[in-house]
């Protein structure tokens, strides 16, 4: 029995002091650690997540230089290049490595079937290079640039995910359009939190007949349903708005309707708070109701709210995606990708030009990344959780 004693409990390893400090000096860094740091070294361990952050920080930092990303200009119509496919883009040349470049794009008209055919003319190359000086364009309204990501040699044609039936390049309005469909998400988020910090914690500090009005009015709302509600307040915007009120007006739209969840989550954790002894004492030492709850009872759960935040921003984007989609969203001139998506309605088209429903491809991208960095701030807001 001794035996078994000192084999499971006796170390014949020599003594460390060091390492037995190195432990209690990383005790110490943890146990002094602010909530915020604590997070983030849960967070961190959340790879996917983590990942997933990095691309939709990418994605938002990539609105802002929209026009030096796309090959084109919005608008720019190439009509000798109706509905043409992808365009591939070559290194080698008979075996040779001699950098980016593509091939002359020809077009011939099918007359038995009525299409447009596009075949690869290989006598002729466009070299293909990279922050080079292409069309000019306005930068955010405010002065003339011509810098490009990516440019084609005179006389060439870069057209990497085709264009539509205007002739206009796919790639360059894909780009354009995430400008507008992801900021659609974070300004409707920002909207619907204020709206439901606001009112949740309204009825879940008060309580009383506040919180019976509050909820009953939740409750009517939440008892609609969602995408013809939508649809039912999209078609009230009068058609003679400017795209840009349009725009703020289906922003508002989907703020109204998806503060309820959050101001009901508000709500809940305020009426736990509320009687903790902290909000006792500040109540008692003279803190008036909006200072307890904006000092004392907010930042107790704040995380949580981020969370909830990142995982209602996909709803919004594809709220705004299937609005357009159906013609009561966004409307041309404005691109989003659900207007994108919109010229994909007729299945034949698709069936003969299937690049045009390529936009689907960031809307999907997107609403798993916000899933998954949802997810990790979720698990990263209780770093104390196992």
Not at 101 to 117: H, K
Not at 142 to 171: I, N, P, S, W
Request: aromatic letters at 12%.
């Amino acid at each position: 029995m001794s035996q078994l004693a000192n084999e499971h409990y006796v170390c014949d390893d020599p003594y460390d002091p060091l390492s037995i400090e190195q432990a209690q000096a990383e005790q110490q860094t943890f146990y002094l650690a602010s909530q915020w740091q604590l997070m983030w070294w849960k967070f961190k361990k959340h790879k996917l997540a983590l990942y997933s952050g990095v691309f939709v920080i990418l994605l938002y930092l990539s609105i802002l230089v929209c026009e030096i990303l796309a090959p084109y200009d919005l608008h720019t119509r190439h009509v000798d290049s109706i509905y043409s496919p992808p365009q591939p883009v070559h290194l080698f040349d008979e075996g040779e490595w001699v950098g980016p470049f593509v091939y002359g794009w020809n077009q011939t008209l099918d007359m038995s079937r009525l299409l447009r055919v596009y075949s690869e003319d290989t006598s002729v190359k466009y070299d293909v290079s990279f922050f080079c000086s292409g069309k000019t364009y306005s930068f955010w309204g405010m002065f003339d640039a011509d810098l490009h990501l990516m440019c084609v040699e005179e006389g060439g044609t870069l057209f990497l995910l085709g264009t539509d039936r205007l002739g206009r390049d796919m790639l360059s309005r894909i780009i354009y359009g995430t400008r507008i469909s992801v900021t659609i998400g974070l300004i409707g988020i920002c909207l619907s939190m204020i709206m439901g910090i606001v009112i949740g914690s309204l009825a879940g500090y008060y309580g009383g007949w506040i919180d019976n009005i509050v909820q009953r009015i939740i409750e009517v709302i939440r008892s609609f349903p969602e995408l013809p509600l939508w649809m039912a307040l999209s078609a009230v915007i009068p058609v003679t708005w400017s795209p840009l009120w349009v725009f703020f007006g289906i922003t508002l739209i989907l703020a109204l309707m998806d503060w309820t969840g959050l101001a009901r989550a508000v709500r809940s954790k305020l009426l736990a708070l509320r009687e903790e002894d902290y909000a006792s004492a500040a109540q008692l030492m003279g803190a008036s109701p909006p200072r307890v709850i904006r000092k004392h009872l907010l930042p107790g759960f704040f995380s949580h709210l981020i969370a909830s935040a990142t995982l209602s921003i996909p709803a919004m984007i594809l709220g705004e995606t299937a609005l357009s989609f159906l013609g009561l969203g966004l409307r041309p001139p404005i691109t989003s990708w659900g207007v994108l998506l919109a010229e994909a309605q007729n299945v034949n088209v698709v069936a003969v030009y299937p690049w045009l429903m390529l936009p689907v491809v960031p809307v999907i991208c997107v609403i798993l990344a916000f899933n998954f960095l949802g997810d990790g701030l979720r698990d990263a807001a209780d770093p104390y959780k196992h």
